[in-house]
């Protein structure tokens, strides 16, 4: 889900012209809240990018504990209180989000993939000439213990949306 989370971002950032949009397209899509909530269970990646931007992660460590939950032990939003501001125009989002049935979940969802893509928009990546192609190791020819952590949050991501009943989207 994570990959179809970046692909909405992605989508919403440039028009045809390649002039970067986004901020235009997310206030387009938050107005379009209501219509979205009955997509919240079955594409929950694509309600999630109105909150985009709209939370602080006061505690990673906390955030990465949350992607390591089965989606039956998903702590409620109201324990992440503590760990995760809201700007306050998400929260007015939150309000409306949070009537819904599965909103607690659904909010729990939404914090847990905009951290990955903080995570991901955010993972140092460097390209010496002595690396391979792809940038993975390092001019020893190790991966850097960053790159390790970034990858293995990247994977537990990957993996807890799969538990959430979501398919893989590598």
């Not at 690396?131 to 390092?138: I, P, W, Y």
Request: proline share 4%.
């Amino acid at each position: 889900m994570r990959n179809g989370y970046q692909a909405e971002i992605d989508d919403l950032t440039f028009d045809s012209d390649g002039q970067n949009i986004l901020q235009q397209r997310l206030t387009e899509r938050r107005k379009e809240l209501g219509f979205l909530l009955q997509m919240m269970e079955l594409s929950p990646e694509m309600v999630a990018v109105v909150l985009h931007q709209g939370f602080r992660f006061k505690l990673p460590s906390a955030m990465d504990h949350l992607l390591s939950h089965e989606s039956e032990d998903l702590p409620e939003w109201d324990t992440l209180s503590d760990v995760v501001d809201l700007t306050p125009w998400a929260q007015t989002l939150a309000n409306e989000i949070l009537k819904q049935p599965q909103g607690a979940w659904f909010m729990s969802v939404a914090a847990g993939l905009e951290y990955m893509f903080g995570k991901v928009q955010h993972t140092p990546h460097s390209h010496d000439e002595d690396e391979e192609e792809d940038g993975s190791e390092d001019a020893d020819g190790f991966d850097s213990e960053e790159e390790k952590a970034a990858r293995a949050r990247e994977e537990a991501g990957a993996d807890w949306m799969v538990e959430q009943g979501f398919d893989r989207k590598d």
